[in-house]
């Protein structure tokens, strides 16, 4: 497995997006569409590289259309314009926006009129974990303009091949990972008992940021005696005490792409109910990463985590999924779930992440980011300790 210790190029060659297109080009033929129309960030700059913060503004529609044949074609907004025409895209079609009579209306119902004219069938992200990223009025009037026009779920073309990365999104997720790793360890030098909990979610920001992280917008975690039981609040000033069990659980990006792992310490000392819990969870995380193999399923690996956590935790609750994919999102398809019978191939990302009940109402995760390859999987993230760590 290649070093990432050392930063990759940001972006991608053109090449990339190329075999990109190609590959959905491929498909789309098989299953008789004649093109994708794309409007959520993660597809967008799946097919182009456009890449940017604008996104968090929800004021503005930004429309890509893959074509059976050729290049994407970007209908977007012209404050955007000179951002895409950087990509490997030469037909780029804009308008002033925003304009909430005609938001890009007009210009997608001129591509596509042809299309609707000959009655071809185009396919739009419809399924699990998709949105429609414009006004569904404006959908409404999109498509009583194009009567003749089809439209198809393109939602299992695009995300399996978004499942299997690149090499060169690996560099990027190898990265992100190492410096989150490396965050992680400094961890015990930027805390202490009485300090308050959001200080320590803002220590470790900063502690990631200034190791080479463009950002860290996922920081959770929790701190209570002898274990946790949410692991999605805010933090509070609640200053840690020992016998805490204080969990972090951090996405940090580089260029675009995330890391997603957690880890656990003991505040001064650890009781042996949480000692016992951490044990049969990195026991657990073993299975799954040993499980993580081509062939297998994601219902093996679920099915590898969740024999090793029935040792503490049988009750039969709902735990649901013990793992996901991941790259441009902190969590993408598939899931580790009884349900999802997704096979696992070469180059897949995935988070390894079992969780349990122990003790009275206490909850432990514990989560790794890995990497398929041909005979098994690879750690992107170093591997947490042992033994549940106690910082004095």
Same mark, same amino acid.
């Given at each position: 497995?290649?070093?990432?210790?050392?930063?990759?190029?940001?972006?991608?060659?053109?090449?990339?997006? @190329?075999?990109?297109?190609?590959?959905?080009?491929?498909?789309?033929?098989?299953?008789?569409?004649?093109?994708?129309?794309?409007?959520?960030?993660?597809?967008?700059?799946?097919?182009?590289?456009?890449?940017?913060?604008?996104?968090?503004?929800?004021?503005?529609?930004?429309?890509?259309?893959?074509?059976?044949?050729?290049?994407?074609?970007?209908?977007?907004?012209?404050?955007?314009? #000179?951002?895409?025409?950087?990509?490997?895209?030469?037909?780029?079609?804009?308008?002033?926006?925003?304009?909430?009579? !005609?938001?890009?209306?007009?210009?997608?119902?001129?591509?596509?009129?042809?299309?609707?004219?000959?009655?071809?069938?185009?396919?739009?992200?419809?399924?699990?974990?998709?949105?429609?990223?414009?006004?569904?009025? !404006?959908?409404?009037?999109?498509?009583?303009?194009?009567?003749?026009?089809?439209?198809?779920?393109?939602?299992?073309?695009?995300?399996?091949? @978004?499942?299997?990365?690149?090499?060169?999104?690996?560099?990027?997720?190898?990265?992100?990972?190492?410096?989150?790793?490396?965050?992680?360890? /400094?961890?015990?030098?930027?805390?202490?008992? &009485?300090?308050?909990?959001?200080?320590?979610?803002?220590?470790?920001?900063?502690?990631?940021?200034?190791?080479?992280?463009?950002?860290?917008?996922? +920081?959770?975690?929790?701190?209570?005696?002898?274990?946790?039981?949410?692991?999605?609040?805010?933090?509070?000033?609640?200053?840690?005490?020992?016998? !805490? +069990?204080?969990? =972090?659980?951090?996405?940090?990006?580089?260029?675009?792409?995330?890391?997603?792992?957690?880890? %656990?310490?003991?505040?001064?000392?650890?009781?042996?109910?949480? /000692?016992?819990?951490?044990?049969?969870?990195?026991?657990?995380?073993?299975?799954?990463?040993?499980?993580? /193999?081509?062939? %297998?399923?994601?219902?093996?690996?679920?099915?590898?985590?969740?024999?090793?956590?029935? #040792?503490?935790?049988?009750?039969?609750?709902?735990?649901?999924? =013990?793992?996901?994919?991941?790259?441009?999102?902190?969590?993408?398809?598939?899931?580790?779930?009884?349900?999802?019978?997704?096979?696992? +191939?070469? %180059?897949?990302? *995935?988070?390894?992440?079992?969780?349990?009940?122990?003790?009275? &109402?206490?909850?432990?995760?514990?989560?790794?980011?890995?990497? +398929?390859?041909?005979?098994?999987?690879? *750690?992107?993230?170093?591997?947490?300790?042992?033994?549940?760590?106690?910082?004095?």
């Amino acid at each position: 497995m290649k070093d990432f210790n050392t930063a990759p190029e940001r972006g991608f060659a053109d090449d990339e997006f @190329r075999r990109r297109t190609a590959k959905a080009q491929a498909q789309m033929a098989e299953t008789g569409l004649a093109g994708l129309l794309l409007m959520s960030e993660q597809e967008v700059r799946y097919f182009t590289g456009f890449h940017t913060l604008f996104w968090q503004s929800p004021t503005r529609p930004w429309f890509v259309f893959v074509p059976a044949r050729g290049k994407p074609v970007a209908v977007i907004p012209e404050i955007g314009a #000179e951002l895409m025409r950087r990509s490997w895209l030469d037909d780029i079609r804009t308008w002033s926006a925003p304009t909430p009579e !005609d938001d890009g209306i007009s210009l997608l119902t001129e591509l596509l009129a042809p299309l609707s004219e000959t009655g071809e069938k185009i396919g739009v992200m419809k399924g699990h974990e998709t949105l429609l990223r414009m006004p569904l009025g !404006d959908w409404e009037r999109l498509m009583a303009a194009l009567p003749g026009l089809h439209v198809g779920d393109a939602t299992g073309l695009v995300q399996s091949l @978004r499942m299997v990365k690149s090499d060169a999104e690996i560099e990027k997720l190898g990265y992100i990972c190492g410096i989150g790793s490396t965050a992680f360890g /400094k961890v015990p030098e930027l805390i202490y008992e &009485g300090l308050p909990l959001e200080e320590v979610f803002r220590r470790f920001r900063l502690a990631a940021i200034g190791l080479g992280a463009d950002d860290a917008p996922y +920081v959770v975690g929790a701190a209570d005696q002898g274990g946790y039981a949410d692991v999605i609040s805010p933090p509070s000033q609640r200053p840690l005490h020992g016998g !805490d +069990v204080l969990m =972090l659980d951090t996405g940090c990006t580089w260029d675009g792409y995330f890391c997603d792992f957690d880890r %656990n310490w003991a505040i001064g000392h650890a009781s042996d109910d949480a /000692k016992r819990a951490y044990d049969v969870l990195w026991r657990a995380t073993q299975a799954g990463i040993e499980a993580a /193999k081509p062939g %297998n399923t994601c219902r093996d690996l679920f099915m590898a985590m969740s024999a090793v956590i029935s #040792e503490i935790d049988s009750s039969g609750g709902d735990i649901g999924r =013990l793992g996901h994919g991941l790259g441009m999102q902190l969590t993408e398809q598939p899931s580790h779930a009884a349900f999802d019978e997704t096979v696992l +191939v070469e %180059n897949m990302v *995935l988070t390894i992440e079992p969780s349990l009940s122990y003790g009275n &109402g206490h909850m432990m995760v514990h989560e790794e980011n890995i990497v +398929v390859g041909a005979q098994g999987s690879t *750690l992107l993230t170093e591997r947490a300790a042992r033994e549940l760590p106690v910082i004095l």
